[in-house]
């Protein structure tokens, strides 16, 4: 079963950072596309940035382009989103998923679908509140 937990979520103010943490501990990372989606109250979850196994191609959803930076440690089994000047409209919880398929890669036709990471290839959640 994989089972991803997301950290690093909390309180910060308009302009700060925050680096969120999605670790996967039954299974290697870097095998593996990963995801990461937002989801604020009313609305849809959302695509914000990918990362491909093997050679690490990312993507980023233009909402977040030159803010937000995703990246991954092998070493540490960790994936991370590093978020930059962020803005009360980035509150949501934050969640990372996986493409089940072995050396799976980002793809630009469907990266930002959730559906394409399969149901049960998701973490909880981590809580981001940008609020003065």
């Known amino acids: 079963q994989v089972h991803l937990v997301e950290s690093g979520g909390g309180l910060v103010k308009p302009g700060g950072s925050l680096r969120l943490s999605c670790e996967a501990q039954?299974?290697?990372?870097?095998?593996?596309?990963i995801g990461w989606f937002r989801q604020a109250p009313g609305s849809e979850r959302e695509g914000i940035a990918c990362?491909?196994?093997?050679?690490?191609?990312?993507f980023t959803a233009n909402s977040v382009k030159g803010r937000f930076t995703i990246s991954r440690d092998n070493a540490e089994n960790t994936v991370y989103l590093q978020m930059n000047s962020l803005k009360p409209e980035d509150t949501a919880v934050y969640y990372c998923?996986?493409?089940?398929?072995?050396?799976?890669?980002?793809?630009?036709?469907?990266?930002?679908?959730?559906?394409?990471?399969?149901?049960?290839?998701w973490g909880k959640g981590t809580l981001v509140t940008v609020s003065s």
């Open positions: 998923a996986a493409d089940p398929t072995t050396f799976s890669k980002c793809l630009s036709s469907h990266w930002y679908d959730p559906a394409a990471y399969g149901e049960d290839y």
């Open positions: 039954t299974f290697t990372l870097e095998y593996f596309a």
């Open positions: 990362i491909s196994s093997r050679d690490g191609a990312t």
